[in-house]
């Protein structure tokens, strides 16, 4: 099972941006799919943005963040990024990414589509 990492969560004051990664450790990420999610107590789980393969680069967004968040795809680096803009209280949450291996696949922003998971970082919109 491919281990994926994220990192750049942190305490943000409304308004404010943050970049979240998603690595991967020992193996390329061009050929997978990768998915943005995030988790608040209490709630579901909710797909925020996904990337196809370096092959196909489509990009997809839920409307809840389609003006402030970009994802895009750092080959030389092997990571995927979440930049959020003018982020807001209700964007507290856990982010996790998720990843599918696949030169088909273009991406989803159902859970229910990947297989690897990384472990998720905390994001904490408060002033």
């Known amino acids: 099972q491919a281990q994926l990492v994220e990192s750049g969560g942190g305490l943000v004051q409304p308004g404010g941006s943050l970049r979240l990664s998603c690595a991967a450790s020992?193996?390329?990420?061009?050929?997978?799919?990768i998915g943005w999610f995030r988790q608040a107590p209490g709630k579901p789980r909710e797909g925020l943005s996904c990337?196809?393969?370096?092959?196909?680069?489509?990009?997809y967004y839920a409307d809840s963040v389609k003006a402030r968040f970009t994802i895009s795809r750092d080959k030389a680096t092997n990571v995927v990024y979440l930049q959020m803009l003018s982020v807001k209280p209700e964007d507290t949450a856990i982010y996790s990414c998720?990843?599918?291996?696949?030169?088909?696949?273009?991406?989803?922003?159902?859970?229910?589509?990947?297989?690897?998971w990384g472990q998720g970082t905390q994001v904490t919109v408060s002033s």
């Open positions: 998720g990843g599918k291996r696949s030169p088909l696949f273009s991406c989803s922003l159902s859970p229910s589509a990947y297989d690897d």
């Open positions: 020992g193996f390329s990420l061009d050929d997978y799919a």
């Open positions: 990337i196809s393969n370096s092959r196909h680069g489509s990009t």
